[in-house]
């Protein structure tokens, strides 16, 4: 039995070891306030993504940025589309009242906005051409088989003899030199072989030369005897203008040299220059001189309503713009927000862009994401191949996560990207696919099915709201925001 006095000293000991351990968890606790915490968006490519009131930004504007968010830009694109004959094409009424919503919610969020106009050539086949040779052998033909209208034709109707301008195998220039077309008669349709000069030169001294159309067709040459798809270049020839296959032409060639010689064309056109513009918002605050820009294309083909191509893209942009306000997300690098038009002309909107910059504004220009396409039906994950800062901001997120990409190098140009790499700009963005087939290998890769295309619909009517994958557009989407947050809180080049 211990005594009292062994007790007592026993009760003073645990009261001291108590209060030890106490102090101990009291430093630690203290230790851990003043110590710099790990900010949770630290960029993949190794650098913060920012300190103080920014810590976090990847983070919570990846949350704020959900898949209910895009769609409601998605469902207003449709509606657009559809009360405006179920397209958003550049020079339509669809593709203006696209840039006035995005111009409208990009104000409304507190971003300076500047809607940047200019022209382009506008070239629409209304209704379907037609053609048909007459006389005793007469003939009806394909369109898209045996003759295609050319882009920038002028339109009519026309049923005239056909004549031939110099169109023989062996001829030096057929319709190149206004002398070709000595004695043309005034009305008739000018015969007239490829060759020696552009399809505008032959087509203009047809009109000049009083033709009411010309029909070119494919010369003959090796890998030169199918329909002949071509371009006048510009709006301005005022006549149909026709390009055939080898074989058509031949006919009507052979009959003309019988004295059979009638036949009858037609097209439908809109061929004129038109004004579209491009919708571009600036961050309110950050550094001008290492300005990100990130940017999708706005415009549809005229067969569809683009929500895929390119409403994913756009209502991604469009997106992260607003949220980034909402949260009050302030990096120190300016961001700008574009939306281009007349991307699916020839990256007109992009390039009109960039030509204007000067050098300097070229070189204040950190770094360049582009987002086309990425909600496809049966996607694949390709990072755009590009300097290590704009490809590993995407690559190091992904596989943070536990997500397979490809990086892509065959993307080089193909979208609103081009222009800013031929300026020596940092380039780098998503793509989920286009008319591409899937591979096996892409297939084991991402699922889907192997042998059909990435997009079924794409450049189709059926490219609406049904054509989208909300799973990868949500993963593109994330990471969209992340690389756009990192990008502004760092440096690129």
Not at 139 to 152: I, K, N, P
Not at 267 to 292: K, L, Q
Request: hydrophobic share 35%; with cysteine.
């Amino acid at each position: 039995m211990n005594s009292p006095t062994s007790h007592t000293v026993r009760a003073w000991l645990l009261v001291a070891l108590v209060l030890a351990g106490l102090a101990v968890v009291a430093v630690a606790l203290l230790y851990q306030a003043k110590a710099p915490s790990k900010d949770p968006s630290r960029s993949p490519s190794g650098g913060e993504v920012g300190a103080g009131p920014f810590s976090g930004a990847s983070a919570r504007l990846r949350s704020a940025v959900t898949v209910s968010g895009l769609m409601q830009h998605e469902r207003r694109f449709q509606t657009i589309a559809e009360e405006n004959g179920g397209n958003r094409a550049a020079g339509t009424p669809g593709y203006d009242a696209s840039a006035a919503y995005v111009a409208r919610e990009l104000r409304e969020a507190g971003y300076e906005v500047t809607v940047q106009p200019f022209e382009f050539p506008y070239f629409e086949e209304l209704e379907p051409a037609r053609l048909e040779r007459g006389g005793q052998a007469g003939a009806t033909y394909a369109r898209g088989e045996d003759f295609v209208l050319m882009e920038y034709s002028g339109g009519g109707e026309v049923t005239a003899s056909v004549r031939p301008v110099d169109a023989d195998r062996d001829a030096s220039t057929s319709g190149c030199e206004a002398e070709d077309f000595a004695g043309f008669p005034e009305g008739g349709i000018a015969l007239l072989r490829r060759g020696h000069c552009t399809f505008r030169q032959k087509a203009a001294n047809a009109e000049d030369a009083g033709a009411a159309a010309a029909v070119v067709f494919n010369d003959g040459g090796p890998g030169r005897t199918g329909v002949l798809r071509g371009t006048l270049g510009r709006p301005g020839v005022e006549i149909p203008v026709l390009g055939t296959t080898s074989e058509v032409g031949e006919e009507f060639l052979d009959a003309a040299t019988k004295g059979d010689t009638e036949a009858y064309l037609s097209a439908r056109t809109v061929s004129r220059n038109r004004e579209t513009s491009n919708v571009i918002a600036d961050s309110p605050g950050g550094d001008e001189g290492r300005t990100v820009v990130v940017g999708a294309h706005l415009d549809s083909v005229p067969q569809g309503p683009g929500i895929n191509d390119n409403g994913s893209g756009s209502a991604t942009v469009l997106e992260i713009a607003l949220q980034m306000s909402r949260l009050g997300i302030e990096p120190k690098n300016r961001v700008r927000f574009a939306f281009w038009g007349a991307e699916e002309l020839g990256l007109l909107g992009s390039r009109h862009y960039v030509q204007r910059l000067t050098e300097d504004e070229v070189g204040e220009i950190s770094a360049y994401l582009n987002f086309d396409m990425v909600g496809s039906p049966n996607f694949v994950r390709d990072v755009y191949e590009g300097p290590d800062v704009t490809e590993e901001v995407f690559t190091d997120y992904f596989a943070s996560r536990g997500i397979e990409v490809d990086v892509d190098s065959a993307l080089d140009g193909r979208s609103d990207h081009g222009p800013f790499a031929a300026e020596g700009i940092p380039t780098g963005g998503l793509f989920s696919g286009a008319e591409g087939i899937k591979t096996r290998a892409e297939a084991a890769s991402f699922g889907g099915e192997a042998g059909a295309a990435h997009d079924p619909c794409y450049h189709r009517a059926c490219d609406d709201l049904d054509n989208l994958d909300k799973r990868v557009l949500g993963q593109f989407s994330d990471a969209a925001a992340h690389a756009t947050v990192s990008l502004a809180s760092g440096k690129a080049r």
